[in-house]
């Protein structure tokens, strides 16, 4: 199994809403990461999570919120989301940390209203 | 910061010619990787070079990395329909607790039947 699955595909979700986004490989990769992409723009690194602990936060604000209940699931909590947090949330995760070759999953496409 | 930024922007050609598009990056790498993603959704690893490697071929996929003038190109031979996609390359370094995989900006490639 070489896949990262996500869901939902698809989210809308109003301002004082409260989500989560979820990501699961079974490919016994040790380390997984959250990226936004907005349109037509490069994926942009939030989080790095490596043997379920929290490697990298790049200063991603505290409305997104991520966990890491075991090797295999990530999740992203989300809280108070604004306008501009709409884009394409892609999971993805590695053997190890890195520089290995990321598996991405097909993403999770937030709306915010 | 690194950052690898992709030329062209945009490549429209005809099915059976190649295509060739160029990264270029600001700092030093551990590997460089090249992604392609269809329309919006998840990216599909296709390539990774080492910092120590010049050229690697995959399939139809040829990729060169100079290190001296911190570029990399991808080579993709006899394009089908198909290879119509975004394709980035993203520079990857390592070093103490610090890792980071950056994107480019990315070509957008149309190949037309």
């Known amino acids: 199994d070489t896949e990262v699955t996500q869901t939902p595909k698809h989210l809308v979700m109003g301002m004082t809403n409260k989500k989560s986004l979820k990501c699961e490989q079974h490919?016994?990769?040790?380390?997984m990461y959250w990226y936004k992409q907005k349109a037509k723009k490069p994926p942009e690194l939030m989080f790095v999570y490596s043997y379920e602990k929290l490697s990298i936060n790049e200063s991603v604000p505290s409305r997104f919120s991520p966990e890491c209940p075991n090797s295999s699931l990530l999740n992203l909590h989300l809280h108070a989301l604004q306008p501009e947090d709409s884009a394409l949330y892609l999971c993805?995760?590695?053997?190890?940390?890195?520089?290995?070759?990321?598996?991405f999953g097909p993403g999770t496409r937030l709306t915010v209203l | 910061s690194q950052q690898g930024e992709e030329d062209p922007q945009a490549l429209s050609i005809q099915e059976g010619e190649n295509a060739t598009m160029n990264c270029s990056y600001k700092t030093s790498i551990n590997n460089l990787q090249w992604y392609r993603q269809n329309s919006g959704r998840g990216l599909v690893h296709l390539i990774l070079?080492?910092?120590?490697?010049r050229e690697k071929h995959s399939g139809r996929l040829r990729v060169t990395l100079d290190t001296s003038k911190k570029s990399s190109s991808l080579l993709i031979t006899a394009s089908r329909a198909a290879d119509t996609a975004s394709y980035f390359c993203a520079t990857a370094r390592y070093g103490g607790s610090n890792y980071k995989l950056t994107f480019g900006k990315g070509t957008l490639l149309t190949v037309n039947p």
């Open positions: 490919m016994g990769h040790r380390a």
């Open positions: 070079i080492r910092s120590n490697e």
């Open positions: 993805a995760s590695s053997q190890g940390i890195v520089t290995d070759t990321q598996y």
